[in-house]
């Protein structure tokens, strides 16, 4: 018994072939959502937040092999660095109070006036 081309003992190990790929598939996809769930679970633990019965399951069927990436556990423990400083409300009424309006204004008015002949050079009803 032939299946397209291939003779039964072909077929068979073909099959075999795809059991085991789904299979390696399977536990790939269920380590990662393990991770998933174990990194959901250390910011429950950060924020106080009530822990998921589905997310200790999924921990608990993946057992010990879940390794979560080193940049999330920084992320979620706050070692990573942050991208800016936030500025107090204080500190950025100093720096409006600082600022030169006479200079702003120039450049908003250079800007407009650089915008306005950029739309009459592509818009020929301007």
């Not at 942050?82 to 009424?93: G, S, V």
């Amino acid at each position: 018994m032939a299946r397209d081309g291939m003779s039964r003992e072909e077929y068979e190990e073909y099959q075999k072939q795809l059991v085991e790929e789904k299979m390696e598939r399977d536990a790939e996809f269920a380590t990662k959502k393990a991770e998933r769930a174990c990194l959901r679970s250390c910011l429950r633990d950060k924020y106080r937040i009530p822990k998921s019965e589905q997310d200790e399951i999924m921990i608990q069927q993946a057992g010990d092999d879940i390794d979560v990436p080193e940049e999330m556990v920084k992320m979620v423990d706050g070692e990573a660095p942050e991208e800016e400083e936030k500025q107090t409300i204080l500190e950025q009424m100093q720096n409006i109070q600082n600022m030169d309006m006479d200079q702003i204004k120039e450049k908003a008015q250079a800007t407009l006036v650089e915008m306005k002949s950029k739309a009459e050079e592509k818009c020929t009803v301007m």
